[in-house]
């Protein structure tokens, strides 16, 4: 009855390897999120998708890429991985987008170690 | 700009008061939230509060928001080990995404 559900929950990988990170929510939301925490703690958002429409696309390397097979998920693929790609990875999802007045509902994290 | 800010750490005896502080600088934010990191967890949501309200009580929690200095609390009382994690405001602008803060680590000792 998870809510929202990422996979895996750790990943350990070497530099220059392209790897993914699965994304589910079974909430009937319509708006998804990535962000990225870093090894401060800070949290930046990386992209949002309404009905598997990009919408928010922050200054994020195009190694990056979401994808949204459905509305209920939001992969992230990330191409020839940088050390400085390790951190926590967060998906989200909130009900619509009416302006400021969604909820996010946050997943357990990913946590991405490149070598 | 967007820029929220918070105190790093915050120490507290169990059964006091915890008082985290937020302040941020977007003016056009519509609703502010507190979230709650555990150790190797996600994020939880604690509460929200819309901007045009002064102040949301939700058990333990109490929320104040100080509009004009731009400046959001949250109370937690009788804190308890349990509630030691990091906290994190974050406001919600019309472009839908969330800014977050630093992140204010809550540590509460017998």
């Known amino acids: 009855d998870t809510a929202v559900s990422q996979t895996p929950k750790y990943l350990v990988t070497q530099m220059g390897n392209d790897k993914s990170i699965k994304c589910e929510q079974n909430l009937g939301h319509d708006t998804m999120y990535w962000y990225k925490q870093d090894s401060k703690k800070f949290l930046k958002i990386m992209f949002s998708?309404?009905?598997?429409?990009?919408?928010i696309n922050e200054t994020v390397p195009n190694r990056f890429s979401p994808k949204s097979p459905d509305k209920a998920h939001l992969n992230l693929h990330i191409n020839s991985l940088e050390l400085g790609d390790s951190a926590v990875y967060f998906c989200a999802s909130s009900q619509d987008r009416t302006r400021g007045q969604e909820t996010q509902y946050f997943g357990p994290g990913t946590r991405l170690l490149v070598l | 700009g967007e820029d929220v800010e918070q105190s790093l750490f915050l120490s507290v005896r169990e059964g006091d008061s915890s008082v985290i502080n937020c302040t941020y600088t977007d003016s056009s934010s519509t609703y502010l939230y507190w979230y709650k990191q555990e150790p190797g967890a996600g994020l939880q949501l604690l509460t929200y509060?819309?901007?045009?309200?002064d102040m949301k009580q939700d058990q333990r929690l109490t929320v104040l928001l100080n509009k004009k200095d731009k400046h959001l609390s949250l109370r937690i009382a009788d804190t308890q080990t349990g509630d030691s994690a990091i906290y994190f405001c974050a406001e919600s602008l019309w472009t839908d995404k969330l800014i977050f803060g630093t992140g204010t680590r809550l540590q509460v000792f017998p």
């Open positions: 998708y309404n009905n598997k429409e990009l919408i």
């Open positions: 509060i819309f901007s045009n309200m």
